[in-house]
């Protein structure tokens, strides 16, 4: 063989292996189409599954929560009501009176003060005609002589 004629087959080949790597690229091509569908398609339903698990867990913890705060309260509730029943029993111990306590000693100070102020506008004593009058002016004291000192004699 001459070597145009091997020129000739190496570039037939060439142009055979060109093709053949072309259709192996089409041929990719359309079973990423096919198998990319089929495959998008599958990674859908499976992240549909996951959404549905993911809620279903989001709503569970939800639920959990929930108790735990209500037991929470209940506890903090409870832990309110007895100190204060331990703070008031140590006021009361110490003989601090309570709010109710002070109220009512408002209340009836008050109606003391209302009592007594009225009281005083009916007692006021109104000024009686005689002591009205002016006291008549008293005479004058007559006067005394003086009294002389003796001398002794000399």
Avoid: C
Wanted: hydrophobic residues 40%; proline residues 5%; glycine residues 6%.
């Amino acid at each position: 063989m001459t070597a145009k004629k091997k020129a000739k087959q190496v570039q037939i080949e060439i142009t055979e292996n060109a093709h053949q790597i072309w259709l192996a690229g089409l041929g990719a091509v359309a079973t990423a189409q096919e198998e990319g569908s089929k495959l998008v398609k599958n990674l859908v339903e499976k992240g549909e599954g996951m959404e549905k698990a993911g809620k279903t867990k989001v709503d569970q913890a939800k639920g959990a929560v929930t108790g735990v705060k209500v037991v929470a309260e209940s506890y903090w509730e409870t832990f309110e009501r007895t100190l204060d029943d331990k703070v008031t029993a140590v006021i009361h111990r110490i003989g601090v009176p309570t709010k109710d306590e002070i109220d009512t000693l408002t209340v009836r100070v008050e109606a003391l003060t209302t009592a007594i102020d009225s009281l005083r506008t009916k007692e006021t004593p109104k000024p009686r005609a005689a002591a009205a009058k002016k006291p008549a002016a008293k005479k004058p004291a007559a006067k005394k002589a003086p009294v002389k000192k003796a001398t002794p004699a000399k």
